[in-house]
């Protein structure tokens, strides 16, 4: 259970559900549709709210269930633990961004998945980045806003929560990546050309 847990992670951090549910929905390939990613904002501009929902929960569960199998096998307050239940946390969210499935290439942004494993890590970390990822959506009309700033303030918020340098390592290495794949949409904010959710 322990040396397969990782590999099972990343296997369910591969499922690409927006591929999924968008062909399910409208017979399209998403990759192809939009900014061709095939995380819940694209899906949602898509395929509609619901089909761009189910993908956010599915994306959501596939960082949370093997989080919440790796705490209920580990001791969590030791180093080693610690480690391992990083391990798996970042098995789940490469799969997200390097799908196996889709060779290792179309991945989503990590966003999701990545709140999905904080869900289980550290509760109180995931309510604050989500009241953060609100807040900047709300003021910016701009999805790509508020996750980049609830990533940037991921490994402070986790320090503090846990206290743990392993677990505020593992957010370090989450943020850099979610930013890392942000890129696109960072040039875009520059420009002012980004994709706002409610046109005035």
Not at 96 to 102: A, E, S
């Amino acid at each position: 259970m322990l040396t397969g847990l990782p590999f099972l992670a990343y296997l369910l951090g591969s499922i690409p559900w927006g591929l999924v549910v968008t062909a399910f929905f409208t017979s399209k390939d998403i990759r192809q549709q939009g900014s061709g990613n095939i995380g819940a904002t694209n899906v949602r501009r898509i395929a509609g709210p619901k089909a761009g929902a189910l993908v956010l929960a599915g994306d959501l569960l596939k960082g949370a269930l093997p989080l919440f199998m790796a705490v209920q096998t580990v001791n969590t307050s030791g180093a080693l633990g610690q480690m391992y239940i990083s391990l798996v946390a970042l098995a789940a969210f490469f799969g997200h961004l390097y799908p196996l499935y889709l060779g290792l290439r179309d991945g989503g942004k990590g966003v999701a998945t990545a709140l999905g494993c904080i869900l289980v890590i550290s509760p109180v970390t995931a309510v604050i980045m989500i009241l953060i990822f609100v807040m900047m959506v709300c003021m910016t009309n701009r999805v790509s806003i508020g996750s980049l700033s609830g990533a940037a303030a991921l490994p402070f918020i986790m320090w503090e929560s846990t206290g743990s340098w392993i677990m505020t390592l593992c957010a370090v290495a989450i943020s850099l990546f979610i930013y890392l794949r942000h890129k696109d949409n960072i040039v875009r904010l520059i420009n002012g050309t980004e994709s706002v959710i409610w046109k005035k």
